[in-house]
């Protein structure tokens, strides 16, 4: 048996049972990183508050992906690439800004290049935006109080991100065309 088993609705943990059922309306199916999260009803429930507050933030669905998938990109979690992949082309996000945040370089898109470099910005000086990193992201449009919703994007993407790294979940097969592999360091 895997050190972290895929759970269904049926074998989940009871407290875990709602959020697997939640994301199979929302969804259609249960995402393969929410049914290894399900071992963990810590883990999955707060992983849900977090996401579904994300989903209810003044960031439009194109924004919110936008990050999620530049999280992904930046903490080099595979599954989530994918998936992100897939659901920024959904929301309209163009293909050529995705492949663009794909390949660790930021959108042609001027609001979404400054999404992007916010959340690679985070990520890789650990939570501490300098003034100059602020001011460009004011400067794209934005307001400081989006900064905290891009936080939040931050913390709900890292949860995914670190639970594929630890988990290794295996992509559905709908995914599979958005297939990425982090380059070796």
Do not use: C
């Not at 042609?108 to 100059?132: H, Q, V």
């Amino acid at each position: 048996m895997s050190t972290y088993p895929a759970y269904t609705i049926e074998s989940a943990p009871a407290q875990s049972r709602p959020v697997l059922q939640q994301l199979q309306q929302a969804f259609g199916l249960i995402p393969n990183i929410a049914a290894k999260m399900a071992g963990s009803p810590v883990l999955i429930n707060g992983f849900i508050g977090l996401f579904e507050r994300v989903h209810a933030s003044s960031l439009t669905e194109p924004q919110i992906q936008t990050l999620l998938l530049t999280n992904a990109v930046t903490n080099a979690s595979e599954w989530p690439v994918a998936f992100h992949t897939a659901l920024a082309l959904q929301a309209g996000v163009r293909r050529a800004d995705v492949d663009a945040i794909r390949h660790g370089v930021l959108p042609d898109d001027a609001e979404l290049a400054a999404l992007s470099a916010s959340a690679r910005t985070l990520i890789e000086k650990r939570g501490r935006l300098d003034e100059s990193d602020q001011r460009r992201f004011l400067e794209a449009g934005f307001n400081a109080e989006q900064i905290l919703e891009v936080i939040a994007v931050v913390a709900a993407s890292t949860i995914t991100n670190f639970t594929s790294s630890v988990t290794r979940p295996a992509l559905e097969a709908q995914f599979e065309e958005f297939a990425w592999h982090a380059s070796a360091p």
